[in-house]
């Protein structure tokens, strides 16, 4: 119980774009906060973005103006855009909730690539 199923992200050029889209169930119940983190090999797992119930949304330095994070309440669903991609982007990608009865859960996380 309490999934969370990505998709999009791949392989794209530098200053390209790409989006991310991950869909929670509806077991998880009520979100309060979806985001989304990064990691690459070596490294820990690093926030990038976060959004609240009620819309509002935080973004880490490195990805302030180039990311944007939206939400859908009623599909459960959290989505990621990303434009003028650097190749210190690349990474995988993971979709985090949660709940207001404390659950955490995780998406499966998806690869993004930027090449040079």
């Known amino acids: 119980q309490g999934q969370l199923v990505q998709s999009g992200g791949g392989l794209v050029q530098l200053g390209g774009s790409l989006g991310l889209s991950c869909v929670a169930s509806?077991?998880?119940?009520?979100?309060?906060?979806m985001a989304w983190y990064r990691q690459v090999p070596g490294k820990q797992r690093e926030l990038v973005a976060y959004?609240?119930?009620?819309?509002?949304?935080n973004y880490v330095d490195f990805v302030e103006g180039r990311f944007t994070i939206s939400r859908d309440n009623a599909r459960n669903t959290v989505n990621l855009t990303m434009s003028n991609l650097k190749p210190e982007d690349t990474a995988v990608y993971y979709c985090?909730?949660?709940?207001?009865?404390?659950?955490?859960?995780w998406g499966q996380g998806t690869q993004v690539t930027v090449s040079s």
């Open positions: 509806r077991d998880i119940g009520t979100i309060y906060i």
């Open positions: 959004i609240r119930d009620d819309g509002r949304a």
């Open positions: 985090n909730a949660r709940s207001q009865n404390s659950g955490n859960y």
